[in-house]
């Protein structure tokens, strides 16, 4: 279900950056279905509902992920020193262990684009309204100005240049690295498992051998599609016709390069990418009034037809999975 879950996260995170309009069936079918993106955007909701600003959803965004990790790991810590003692304990915990870090793979796949989203969306200004009011505000929030004196802003930015190191760079590192290791120990020793290859199965599996980075390429396009473009022309349609042209060539890349090993994922990626590519023009057309209403109708239903056919081929495709 990884594709859905990746379509999903980027078209509303999308909307959340532009703020720009799409049929509105296509939108309220998106909030429907918002719940199935996964994207973890519920570790900032106590900020909405306790009327916390920007700051504070900052801090909720960037440290719960942190806390939780440390929650999937701290009992296995104490089951490594118990262990040590007892010696017939350690093959199974080793299973565990591995268990747990294929779990943290796949939680830091959910968060990360809306975590890095969030940590981007601190160094965006407005400076349009500066010749009016004198003040720089902070796009995500113009309860708070980006040009304050006391220099909150600039605590919160350095605060959040730490995140950047930690979230858009180091996930994607860190799957790198990971991958990277993968493919030097099955060099060294044919397909001989080892616990890294299991604990890392979620990274890798659905790919062929010569595209095994692909991951970290993956977690490239979805900062492009979503939170690399706060920083592009934020309101404009040249934003939404840089998106537009992020989303075509990253489906050109992939089409090249296709690495999935399975062809029902090889569908529904194209399908993914073609929903994407076609939302993102739609909505550059409605930013500039070329689409009319009777229009905007029918390419609401036939978005919401696609979105809807995703997510059948990823339900069936899961569905004959278990079934074998």
Partial sequence: ????????????????ITGIALPLQYLNFLRAVDFMSLDMRW???????????????????TLAPLVITALIFS???YLCFISRRRPAVAPKLRQIVTRDVNAFLV??????????????????CDKELKEFTGNIYLHA?????????????KKYSIYAGFMVVVYPVGIPLMYAAILWRVAARQREHGQQPS???????????SYEGRAYYWESAECVRRLMLSGLLVFIMPGT????AVACIFAFVTTMVYEKIRPHHDSMDMWLYTLGCVIVVFSM???????????????????????????VLMLVMAVAQVALVYTK
């Fill in 1 to 16: 279900l990884r594709i859905p879950v990746i379509v999903l996260q980027v078209l509303t995170q999308y909307i959340s």
């Fill in 43 to 61: 570790l900032t909701s106590p900020g909405c509902a306790a009327d916390i600003d920007f700051y504070g959803r900052l801090l909720i965004a």
């Fill in 75 to 77: 009992p296995r810590l």
């Fill in 107 to 124: 939680f830091t796949f959910l968060i990360f684009s809306g975590v890095s989203l969030t940590v981007f969306e601190t160094f965006a």
């Fill in 141 to 153: 929030d113009y309860s708070l100005q980006c040009s304050d004196d006391e220099g909150l802003h």
């Fill in 195 to 205: 616990r890294l290859t299991s604990a890392s199965s979620f990274l890798w599996s």
């Fill in 237 to 240: 349609p040249g934003q939404s």
């Fill in 281 to 307: 023009f739609t909505s550059l057309l409605m930013q500039t009034r070329w689409v009319e209403e009777s229009s905007e109708q029918a390419i609401g239903s036939l978005l919401i037809a696609l979105n």
